[in-house]
C-alpha cells in the first residue's frame, strides 16, 4: 500500500473503527465490567429469562452506577434479568418491546420514575442489528398507522402517574413501490452483553437453541461487546461458530448458573390442560382448536406469544407443517415429555417446550424477517 506506484495513483485507504485486542479473555466479570458509569446504554440479550448474562447482571447490580438506559427484548421479572437492576433503581430508560411481568418496573413508571421506550419487537431487533452493520436507519412497514408512527405516546409519566411528562416522536412515513413504510433509526449503544453457551479464545460464539435470541444481533453494536460464556474452549469448529470473534470485545465465564424457568409446562400425558381457571381455559381451548384448523400440509405458521402458542400442541397427527415462534425456532413442538425438558428451549410465552424433527434456530432479527418479508403463510 506504500509503494510509489499506489502513491502515484492517489488510491485513498479506508480505516475502520475496529480495535484490536491482543487478549479479550478477562479473569472475571467484575474486570470485564469496570468501567461501565453512570448514564451508560447497555443492551442485554436474552428473551424471557432465556439467554440473559446474568453474572453480568448480578455484578453490575452491586456497582455504584445509576441511570442506565437498557435496551432488552423485555423488562424481566421482578428479582431476575433487568429487574435486578430496576430493583436497585440503577435504570433511567427500558427500550423494550414487551414489559408485562415485572411488577418492579410497572410501579416505577407509573410514579414517574423511569422511561418506558416501547418497539415492536422485530423492529427493535433490526435496530441493533443494524447498528451492528454500518446502517443508520432503515425503512419498516411495522407500526405505521400507529402511535409508532404518529408519538404521542407517553415514554415518562409525571409523579401524578396520570398526566404525561414526555412523549414518544413521530417518525417519517414514506411510500415505496405503493406500499407505507416508517424510517426507523439504528440504536447504537455503549457496552452489549451477549450470552454464550461457548466462547473460544479469539472470541468465536456458540449459542445453545433458544437462547441464540437477540444475543447476535446485538453484537457489534457497541463501542464494547462483552460475551459471557458459560464454557470458555480452546478452539469452536468453524462450522459451529454462530458469531464471528470480530464483534466480541471481551470475553468472561459465569459461573453458577441459576437458569430460572418462566413458565413450566411438561406433557404428563393426560392431554392438554391449558394454564387458566375452568373459566377462561374452556373459552380458550375453543379458540385455540378452532385456530388450529386454519392449519394445512406444508404451511410454515408463526405462533405469538398468550393463545396463539398453545396450538403448537393441537396440531400432531393432523397435518405435517411447521411451527415458528419468534424467540427463535423453526419447527415448534408441543410441551416436553418430563425427562425431555430443556430450560433453553421455549416459546414466544417463555413455556417450556419440544421441538420436532427438522427443527432450526435462528437469530431475532431472521424470525421478523420471516414474518415481514412473507415468508410465512399465516401468523
Known sequence: YKSNMLKSLNIPLRRFSAKMH?????????????????????????????????????????????????????????????????????????????????????????????????????????????????????????????????????????????????????????????????????????????KAYQADKKGNIRFRKTARNYNPDLAGGAKVTLAEAEEIVEEIPADQVHLAGCFIDRIYQGDKFLKKIERLRVDKGEGVKLPFSKEKGAKRLRIVQRAAQEFDNGMYCNLGIGIPSFAANFTTGKVEMDLQSENGIVGLGGYPKEEDLDVDLINASKETVSAKTGHAFCKSSETFGMIRGGHLHMT
Open 22 to 194: 491482543k487478549n479479550k479473555l478477562f479473569e472475571s466479570a467484575e474486570k470485564a465490567l469496570a468501567d461501565v458509569k453512570d448514564g451508560s446504554v447497555l443492551s442485554l440479550g436474552g428473551f424471557g429469562l432465556v439467554g440473559v448474562p446474568d453474572k453480568g447482571l448480578t455484578v453490575l447490580k452491586e456497582m455504584p452506577i445509576k441511570n442506565l438506559e437498557v435496551v432488552s427484548a423485555n423488562a424481566g421479572i421482578g428479582d431476575w434479568g433487568i429487574g435486578l437492576l430496576l430493583e436497585k433503581q440503577q435504570v433511567q430508560a427500558v427500550h423494550a418491546s414487551y414489559v408485562g411481568e415485572n411488577p418492579v418496573y410497572e410501579k416505577q413508571y407509573f410514579t414517574g420514575e423511569v422511561d418506558l421506550c416501547l418497539n415492536p419487537q422485530g423492529t427493535l431487533a433490526e435496530k441493533l442489528r443494524a447498528a451492528g452493520s454500518g446502517i443508520a436507519a432503515f425503512y419498516t412497514p411495522t407500526g405505521v398507522g400507529t402511535y409508532v408512527e404518529f408519538g404521542g405516546f407517553p415514554k415518562r409519566l409525571g409523579k401524578d402517574g396520570k398526566s404525561p411528562a414526555k412523549v414518544t416522536k413521530p417518525k417519517e412515513r414514506r411510500e415505496i413501490d405503493g406500499r407505507e413504510y416508517l424510517l426507523e433509526e439504528s440504536f447504537p449503544v455503549d457496552y452489549a452483553l451477549v
